[in-house]
């Protein structure tokens, strides 16, 4: 099974500060890569697929890159309402695996 | 608008069964698997399996073999977990999530607000 590995698992940033989390898969998985938004209480919600590509509707403050094993997910300027945690997860094969998840809160 | 909506919360018995309803709207049912993802309590997602909604084929992840069984009623664009003999560690929230097109395997475009299921005594 192909394993992720996200960091940090948590973080504080000031609102307007860059933010930047890391995945790494156990092997190569192209650019089969999602991140998701979870809200306290919540569901998760796509905000990037195929590694990079913006879903419909979601600001563009978010954005992702990356390729093969090393993903980045980048916030550009932290909002009070991005006050989540981030999940990546790949569907290169079966199982499909998440990342354990990075907390971001506002210092 | 693509809405997924699952039943509500269940507290069970150990040794007991339950059933989570996740009714479909906004979308042709039969064109898009559904997943099923756990969420233990303050803990991270991990895939349950998913089925194939025109077939009504299921696969199972690890772990998820035997007392775990997902079903369709196509009738009414539903799709079911359903547990048996239940556990403490089965206490989770267990969420379905429409299967996004464009690969062979599994990613996640809408999710249900989720079921809470706790097993307790």
């Known amino acids: 099974d192909i394993q992720m590995t996200q960091s940090p698992s948590s973080l504080s940033a000031s609102v307007g500060d860059r933010v930047t989390i890391t995945c790494q898969a156990s092997?190569?998985?192209?650019?089969?890569l999602n991140w998701y938004q979870q809200k306290p209480g919540k569901a998760p919600k796509l905000l990037i697929y195929?590694?990079?590509n913006l879903e419909t509707g979601v600001p563009s403050r978010f954005s992702g890159s990356g390729s093969g094993t090393d993903f980045t997910f980048t916030i550009s300027s932290l909002q009070p309402e991005d006050i989540a945690t981030y999940y990546c997860?790949?569907?290169?094969?079966?199982?499909?695996?998440f990342g354990g998840g990075t907390k971001v809160e506002i210092k | 608008q693509v809405q997924l909506v699952q039943s509500g919360s269940e507290l069970k018995k150990p040794g007991a069964s339950v059933k989570v309803s996740c009714k479909a709207s906004?979308?042709?049912?039969?064109?898009?698997?559904m997943n099923w993802v756990r969420q233990a309590p303050g803990q991270g997602l991990e895939w349950m399996g998913w089925?194939?909604?025109?077939?009504?084929?299921?696969t199972y992840a690890q772990g998820f073999t035997g007392r775990f069984v997902f079903s369709l009623d196509t009738s009414v664009s539903t799709a079911y977990l359903q547990i048996s003999s239940l556990k403490a560690e089965d206490t989770a929230v267990y969420y379905c999530?429409?299967?996004?097109?464009?690969?062979?395997?599994?990613?996640?475009?809408?999710w249900g607000q989720g079921t809470l299921v706790t097993v307790s005594s």
């Open positions: 195929d590694a990079s």
């Open positions: 089925i194939n909604t025109n077939t009504g084929n299921p």
């Open positions: 997860q790949q569907y290169d094969n079966l199982p499909p695996a």
């Open positions: 999530a429409r299967d996004r097109p464009g690969s062979y395997f599994p990613h996640f475009d809408y």
């Open positions: 092997q190569d998985i192209s650019n089969y």
């Open positions: 906004g979308y042709t049912f039969t064109s898009y698997a």
